[in-house]
C-alpha cells in the first residue's frame, strides 16, 4: 500500500510517500480502507520530534474509511467509520482500535468525518472538561479561524458564552464572525488591554491559547484574576520555561496543558466526546469548515501551508474515493 513515512524528525520535507505492506489486525481492532486522513497541529510535532515517536513511523491519528477486514466478524465490511487515535493513518490502510470507532451517518460526508473528531472533541474537552462552560462566561480564544478555534467558538456560541476571537486576515475575521465569535482581533501587543477594555474593564474568564510562545504573555495578562489560562497547542513554538510566581503577579490564575487523550482516556469517556461531537454535526450546531482537501502525496504541503498559518478550518489528506 501507499503511505507516508518519516525516517528522520524534521521539516515538512521529511514526509516521504513509499510502498509498504499492509497492516494486519489483532483481534481488538479492525482494518480500515482510508478515504480521507485528518492533518493536525499534533502530527507536525511527531515530525518534529517534539513529542516521542519511533523512527521510521508513518504519521497521521484522525481519518474516515471503509471496514475491509473484522477478524471477529462484528463488523460488516464497507461500514464507513470514523476515528481519531489510531496511529499510521496517513496511508491507505490503516489498523483502528474497535473501541475508538465511530459510525459515521449518511448525513455527514467522508471528509467532514475525517476531521470532526479530533478537534470537535479537543473542543468538547477544552469547554466541558477542562472547565464546565456557563452561559455568560468569556473568553479569548487564539488562532479563532483554525480547525479548533471555529469549533470552539461554534460551541461556545451555542452555551451563551462571549467569545473574543484573535486571528490574523480579514478572511479569518469573516471565519470567526461567521461562527459566532462576539468581537474579533488581531494579534498585537496590546491585545490584553483590548480585551479587558471590551469586556467591561476586566480580564475573561478563560483564555484558549493554541498559539503558545507568541502570545502566552498576552494570555497572561487578558485573563481575569483567578481565572484560567488554558494552553492547549503550541503553533508558534513550545512556551519558554518561566517563574510560576508569574501565576500570582497576574492575579493567582490557574494555568493547564491538557490534551485529548487524558480526556478521553476511558472509552465510555471518548464515546461520550465523540457521540456528542457527531449529534451537533448532524443537527448543525457544529458546521466544519474543511480546507481544499490535499493529495496523499502532497503531505508535506499540507504541513508547510498548515504551520505558515495559510489555511483556515480543517485540514485533510484524501486518500481514495
Request: with cysteine.
Amino acid at each position: 500500500m501507499k503511505a507516508i513515512q518519516i525516517t528522520q524528525h524534521g521539516g515538512p520535507d521529511v514526509l516521504t510517500v513509499v510502498e509498504t505492506a499492509d497492516p494486519t489486525p489483532q483481534d481488538h481492532q479492525v482494518l480500515v480502507e482510508v478515504l480521507y486522513a485528518g492533518v493536525n497541529y499534533i502530527d507536525t510535532y511527531f515530525r518534529e520530534g517534539i513529542y516521542h515517536s519511533e523512527l521510521p513511523f508513518i504519521p497521521g491519528k484522525e481519518g474516515c474509511g471503509r471496514v475491509i477486514h473484522d477478524p471477529r466478524g462484528e463488523i460488516a465490511d464497507g461500514t464507513v467509520v470514523a476515528w481519531a487515535s489510531a496511529e499510521g493513518s496517513y496511508a491507505e490502510k490503516v489498523c483502528v482500535d474497535r473501541a475508538r470507532l465511530v459510525a459515521v451517518p449518511d448525513s455527514i460526508s467522508p471528509e467532514v468525518a475525517a476531521s470532526m473528531l479530533l478537534q470537535g472533541m479537543t473542543a468538547h474537552y477544552l469547554l466541558y472538561g477542562v472547565r464546565d462552560t456557563q452561559q455568560g462566561d468569556s473568553m479569548l480564544v487564539t488562532a479563532g479561524a483554525g480547525g479548533v478555534g471555529l469549533l470552539l467558538t461554534q460551541l461556545a456560541h451555542a452555551q451563551g458564552a462571549t467569545v473574543y476571537s484573535v486571528v490574523s486576515t480579514d478572511e479569518k475575521e469573516e471565519l470567526a464572525y461567521a461562527a459566532g465569535a462576539t468581537e474579533v482581533f488581531r494579534y498585537s501587543e496590546g491585545l490584553a488591554e483590548t480585551v479587558r477594555r471590551r469586556n467591561a474593564g476586566r480580564g475573561v474568564d478563560v483564555v484558549y491559547d493554541g498559539v503558545g510562545k507568541d502570545t502566552f504573555q498576552e494570555s497572561l495578562e487578558s485573563v481575569r484574576p483567578r481565572g484560567l489560562v488554558c494552553l492547549f497547542g503550541a503553533a508558534s513554538g513550545p512556551v519558554e520555561p518561566f517563574d510560576p510566581q508569574l501565576l500570582n503577579k497576574h492575579g493567582s490564575i490557574f494555568l493547564t496543558r491538557p490534551s485529548l487523550g487524558a480526556y478521553t482516556a476511558t472509552d465510555d469517556e471518548f464515546r461520550m466526546r465523540a457521540q456528542a461531537v457527531v449529534r451537533a454535526v448532524e443537527e448543525g450546531t457544529l458546521d466544519i469548515r474543511v480546507h481544499e482537501p490535499y493529495a496523499l502525496d502532497d503531505a508535506s504541503r499540507a504541513h508547510h501551508d498548515l504551520q505558515s498559518r495559510s489555511t483556515t478550518g480543517s485540514v485533510v489528506l484524501k486518500v481514495a474515493d
